[in-house]
């Protein structure tokens, strides 16, 4: 049977219209929806959990898989992500900063940072130095890392068969998913906006304690505290879906968790801090850190009551309480005038402030003996106890309980 021209374009343009599928628009909705979450647990699970830290083992068939379809679905080479995103963490929010918001703007990262990546992964002394222990098999030298483009090509290809024309549209999505919500949402945003768990030694802002959209990568303060964590949520009201596909595949045999977060053990108070209970305060000092920040904002809330009670000014104060827990050098200068107000005017709070340095630079000594960083904790509980403070007391008793 010879079809007509009339029928060849008909057909050609029924394909165009509809595809080899023919899918209803929510069916292609959701295939790009599905597609491009897959795209983005292969990004956290596999390139930046398991290959840029280390924190798990992917057995080779999710490991492929990942592989595969991170080939077609952004065009990453491994080797270049991986060394770009642990120079990130060694250079973080200094000049070499392959992407931070705080030393190139926030406008910048947010919406030209898959510029800043293409640019970076263009330094051979950057992938040089930190692309160590990434696969170099046969078919990452020969294709993955060789042909970026025909696997991103390969995806276009079958869009548009599986859904004629709208299927470029699909692929648009699918190509931009990334740059946008990995190069701009969490390298920008995620350093610049959010709530912070820990006073981690950078800008790192968790953006959301449900992390969904971006595979758990919303928790991005609690992996810039714990980087060789496999495991993003730390609080019981944190939820990291990253995790929950990791734990699936260590249920089936194709995940072997290395490392997560460490846990602060306590068990009876005793009489004095000791060695164990100075190890358990550097092991965990962001934690610790985190539990001295809830009792200044106690002793704060407290003070505020006492301000309001006698209808006096608490403006100075009001302004200053969001940096009180913070390190002196995350402080805006805008606002030390601020905090130097609020201290003179409360002696409580600047005993408070002042003994949380003294505790931080137990860990950050390096000239001191173990055995002489013991004997001022000891000291430092002595003093907390003794002050007055509720909040203080409470904390140095609770300290002592500790062990590592």
Not at 4 to 13: G, P
Request: glycine share 6%.
């Amino acid at each position: 049977m010879v079809l007509s021209d009339s029928a060849v374009l008909s057909a050609a343009i029924d394909w165009l219209g509809n595809g080899l599928l023919n899918w209803s628009w929510w069916e292609i909705l959701l295939y790009t929806l599905v597609t491009t979450h897959f795209t983005i647990v292969g990004v956290t699970v596999f390139l930046h959990r398991a290959q840029a830290h280390r924190a798990l083992d992917l057995h080779k068939i999710p490991s492929h898989i990942f592989r595969f379809w991170l080939w077609i679905g952004t065009g990453m080479v491994t080797r270049e992500w991986v060394a770009i995103h642990r120079k990130h963490h060694a250079k973080c929010e200094t000049e070499e900063d392959p992407h931070s918001p705080q030393t190139r703007g926030i406008d910048t990262v947010m919406w030209r940072g898959a510029e800043l990546y293409r640019a970076e992964a263009k330094n051979k002394e950057t992938i040089a130095k930190f692309s160590h222990g990434v696969p170099n098999d046969w078919i990452e030298r020969n294709l993955y890392s060789r042909f970026g483009w025909q696997g991103v090509g390969l995806m276009l290809i079958l869009n548009i068969a599986m859904f004629g024309a709208l299927g470029a549209t699909v692929w648009a999505v699918q190509m931009l998913w990334i740059p946008f919500w990995a190069a701009g949402v969490v390298n920008g945003l995620g350093h610049y906006w959010g709530y912070r768990n820990f006073e981690a030694t950078d800008a790192s802002t968790n953006l959301s304690p449900w992390g969904i959209i971006i595979g758990g990568e919303e928790l991005h303060n609690n992996h810039h505290t714990y980087p060789t964590s496999a495991k993003f949520s730390v609080k019981p009201y944190e939820f990291d879906i990253g995790w929950l596909y990791i734990s699936l595949l260590q249920k089936v045999g194709w995940a072997t968790v290395k490392k997560t977060a460490p846990k602060l053990q306590t068990g009876e108070i005793k009489p004095v801090a000791d060695e164990k209970t100075l190890e358990a305060l550097i092991a965990n000092r962001y934690e610790v850190m985190a539990r001295y920040a809830r009792g200044v904002r106690r002793a704060t809330r407290d003070e505020l009551a006492v301000l309001k009670a006698k209808q006096a000014d608490m403006t100075t104060l009001t302004t200053a309480k969001r940096w009180l827990h913070r390190d002196a050098e995350k402080v805006p200068a805008t606002v030390l005038p601020h905090m130097e107000q609020a201290r003179a005017a409360h002696p409580v709070l600047d005993k408070m402030l002042t003994m949380r340095e003294e505790l931080r630079q137990m860990w950050l000594s390096t000239t001191q003996s173990r055995e002489q960083l013991t004997t001022e904790l000891q000291a430092w509980c002595r003093r907390a106890e003794e002050s007055g403070i509720a909040a203080l007391r409470d904390f140095s008793i609770r300290l002592r309980a500790a062990h590592a």
